[in-house]
């Protein structure tokens, strides 16, 4: 809905393609706009020239697999955390490492995966009227497709960081568990992160 506000298309993908137009009205009337459409996860893998993966842990590795061949060539923003139910609040991580860096791994290097977003609570981002003040880590082997991904955020009114390769993506990953559990332990709706200090400049390093 933020994008969409920001003049962006947004194709909402799901395994149900009406599930996907139904919810893509819902959103376009809370946001009040018209630029979301529903469409299967494939053809919105296709058509869409940026792809955000938002998916449980459960259902990753089956659609990635499902929207691989579409992502050539393109950036794939993913926002996946390894929570294990019932015990999210306890840090739990793949073998293989990060969730992203499997992403990246799977696809090859004409996809460049991006990993942020995962430590914006949901609710705080479908409330429209609510600004967000936590900050996003943004990890991925590519720094032009970072600063990308660091464009939209800004757009949606939210500070991102370079945060470094892929292989750092475990950090807001894991970071999930512990803010679930900050949650519950303070009673906070939506605990977040933000990164102290003033950039001296401008120069990125990988």
């Given at each position: 809905?933020?994008?969409?506000r920001s003049s962006h298309?947004?194709?909402l993908g799901s395994r149900d393609r009406a599930k996907a137009a139904e919810t893509a009205l819902q959103l376009n009337e809370l946001a009040g706009v018209t630029g979301i459409s529903g469409a299967s996860n494939e053809d919105a893998a296709a058509l869409g020239d940026i792809?955000?993966?938002?998916?449980?842990y459960s259902n990753h590795a089956a659609t990635l697999n499902q929207i691989a061949p579409a992502l050539d060539?393109?950036?794939?923003?993913?926002?996946t955390v390894p929570l294990n139910p019932p015990k999210v609040?306890?840090?739990s991580l793949p073998e293989d490492g990060p969730v992203a860096k499997t992403s990246q791994t799977l696809l090859g290097d004409k996809v460049r995966v991006v990993s942020a977003f995962q430590n914006v609570a949901a609710a705080h981002l479908a409330d429209l009227n609510h600004a967000i003040d936590c900050d996003v880590l943004v990890c991925g082997n590519d720094v032009d497709a970072r600063e990308t991904v660091i464009?939209?955020?800004k757009e949606i009114g939210i500070k991102a960081w370079h945060a470094g390769?892929?292989?750092?993506?475990?950090v807001a990953e894991a970071l999930t568990s512990v803010l679930i559990f900050i949650?519950?332990?303070y009673k906070i709706q939506g605990a977040g992160i933000q990164i102290s200090g003033v950039p001296a400049n401008q120069v990125d390093t990988p």
């Open positions: 809905m933020r994008w969409a298309s947004v194709i792809v955000v993966l938002t998916v449980p060539g393109k950036i794939l923003i993913d926002v609040r306890t840090v464009g939209l955020a390769v892929i292989d750092n993506s475990v949650n519950g332990k």
